[in-house]
């Protein structure tokens, strides 16, 4: 598939009208006539906008970052139906004609691409994210499984232990029958004797 880069080059005015947006967008700032000045200063693949307020001009300034100042020139192309691809790589550079930003799209499947010095691997991270969630998924219905078994398990052992203790009780009773005397001592002596198709040792 093949790769398309833009280059959107924004003048000093239109880069000071974003920032000036932005900062009030952001609370810092209640009308365009609160901001001083706007001044962007490198390094040239990650520059800086410092802006200062007019309440207070020797105060620190505000510093909006590249990724802030991407954020800024977006809502300003926004604003001005500027199209802008949703899926593009996006990154801001300080060149000679002003601040640029490149966006690259449609990059090829499954390849890093290069565009302005920046390494996009969104296709690779987008599929391994997507593994990560299959067997995170599957992992959970073996773990669901397991504990099923183990409840089966358990189960079954609880009742093989109420099937001891009942078959012990009727043992002790038989026995107990056995001893008395008459009638009710012979029918239990012939009833230990007898062994039924279920009993232990045929088994």
Request: aromatic fraction near 4%; include cysteine; hydrophobic fraction near 45%.
């Amino acid at each position: 598939m093949a790769m398309e880069v833009r280059y959107i080059i924004f003048t000093a005015d239109e880069v000071r009208s974003a920032v000036v947006s932005f900062v009030q967008k952001q609370g810092q700032a209640a009308a365009p006539g609160d901001v001083a000045t706007v001044e962007v200063i490198g390094p040239t693949e990650s520059p800086t906008a410092l802006v200062r307020l007019q309440a207070s001009p020797a105060a620190e300034p505000v510093r909006l970052s590249d990724q802030y100042l991407v954020a800024a020139l977006l809502l300003y192309c926004i604003d001005r139906r500027i199209p802008i691809p949703k899926q593009a790589a996006k990154k801001v550079e300080l060149t000679v004609n002003g601040l640029t930003m490149t966006l690259t799209s449609d990059r090829t499947q499954g390849a890093p691409s290069v565009a302005s010095h920046q390494v996009s691997y969104g296709e690779i991270a987008n599929r391994a994210t997507q593994k990560i969630g299959t067997v995170q998924e599957e992992l959970t219905r073996a773990l669901a499984r397991a504990d099923y078994a183990e409840k089966q398990i358990a189960q079954a052992e609880e009742t093989a232990r109420k099937a001891e203790a009942a078959r012990r009780r009727s043992s002790a009773m038989l026995t107990a029958v056995a001893l008395v005397p008459g009638l009710r001592g012979r029918l239990g002596r012939w009833l230990v004797k007898l062994k039924f198709p279920f009993a232990e040792d045929s088994v």
